[in-house]
């Protein structure tokens, strides 16, 4: 089967072709020139760009995959959750195609395309990654932080979830603190390398051991406590240990729960995807917990599928088919708060 997948849920304009789980071609058009001038995203900014670029992605992705549109079986776009209006435009260009080519159409949850990124596979159809249930996903990106079972694709438990800010929005925002550009992450991710991470002392956020939420956002206020009547070139002396005390701070945090998550459920497989999941230090930490607990991790086989793309929602999509459920083009519509 040939998908065509379409991504516009914050501020990348995606467009993806997969035969099944292959990815032919994976277009992503960043806007990050375009919204870090203002220090995170402008909704409004947001949807002229993805309106702008939508077509000409689309398009680029069938050509760099060959295929023809009329060649594809199935139409897969993101509903939500995320931005209301940057959303309707990928759902309302995936409704035209729809109608001019008579194609089929399902409207793709975007954390369930987090989840399915750890299956997508190259033009070869590697890495073979066979499905192991129950698994337990760690969801870590701008918008959430989710601790999700899977009991078999389609059949979803969120046992945890942040209470306030997401993972990665407590990156960005302690980014842009210490002044540091957008989005903040890669940032973080790139001074902590040589900072020393135990240089500040931080709270351990919810640290009751039943309880799987997270909360980001205690984290960031007693950061902004510690440095906040420091002058300008004390923090600049320090940039590289401040950024690894606080990503040292969320990433303990995020694995605490994983953790306690592995302990209480007992999965038989480990899965961590959304865009903090690039980080090579979370990769390696998450890694030396799977190898602890003796379980299969799988994480994205390439970086950008761990950031938004609309590889992942394809395959979302794709399985969602075949479980039948598939949308009127009519009825299809945005839910900017879709829950798993
Ligand atoms: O999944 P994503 O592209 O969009 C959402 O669905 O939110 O995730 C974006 C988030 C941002 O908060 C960004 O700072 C974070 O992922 N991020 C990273 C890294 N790359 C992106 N965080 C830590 N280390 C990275 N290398
Ligand atoms: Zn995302």
């Not at 949308?327 to 798993?340: F, K, M």
Request: aromatic share 8%; net charge positive; glycine share 8%.
């Amino acid at each position: 089967m040939y998908i065509l997948g379409i991504e516009t849920s914050c501020d990348d304009t995606c467009a993806a072709v997969l035969k099944d789980s292959q990815i032919l071609s994976n277009i992503i058009s960043s806007q990050i020139d375009l919204h870090k001038v203002w220090g995170g995203v402008v909704p409004d900014i947001a949807k002229r760009a993805h309106q702008d670029r939508i077509l000409p992605v689309i398009d680029t992705a069938l050509k760099r995959a060959k295929i023809n549109i009329k060649d594809i079986d199935l139409i897969a776009v993101t509903k939500g959750p995320g931005l209301a209006i940057t959303l309707s435009v990928g759902v309302n260009t995936a409704k035209e195609i729809v109608i001019k080519y008579h194609k089929k159409i399902v409207g793709v949850n975007h954390i369930e395309g987090h989840l399915m990124a750890n299956f997508l596979t190259n033009s070869q159809g590697k890495p073979k990654r066979p499905f192991i249930f129950p698994a337990l996903a760690l969801t870590v990106s701008g918008g959430h932080t989710k601790l999700i079972l899977i009991n078999k694709i389609g059949n979803y438990k969120v046992i945890g979830e942040t209470l306030d800010d997401a993972a990665g929005e407590a990156l960005d925002k302690s980014a842009k603190l210490l002044g540091l550009g957008y989005p903040g992450g890669p940032v973080i991710e790139r001074l902590a390398q040589k900072g020393n991470s135990s240089f500040l002392k931080l709270p351990s956020p919810i640290a009751d051991k039943k309880i799987l939420d997270y909360s980001f956002s205690g984290l960031k206020t007693a950061f902004y406590y510690q440095i906040k009547d420091w002058p300008k070139n004390k923090i600049n002396k320090h940039l590289s240990d401040l950024a690894a005390s606080f990503q040292m701070a969320v990433f303990d945090t995020l694995l605490r729960k994983f953790t306690l998550a592995i302990e209480k459920y007992q999965p038989k497989c480990l899965l961590i995807s959304g865009g903090v999941a690039a980080n090579l230090n979370l990769r390696k930490r998450t890694r030396e917990l799977a190898k602890k607990y003796q379980l299969p991790l799988y994480l994205p086989f390439k970086k950008e599928l761990n950031t938004d793309n609309a590889a992942m929602i394809a395959l979302a999509g794709y399985y969602q088919s075949q479980r039948g459920d598939l949308a009127n083009p009519q009825n299809l519509d945005v839910d900017s708060r879709a829950e798993l």
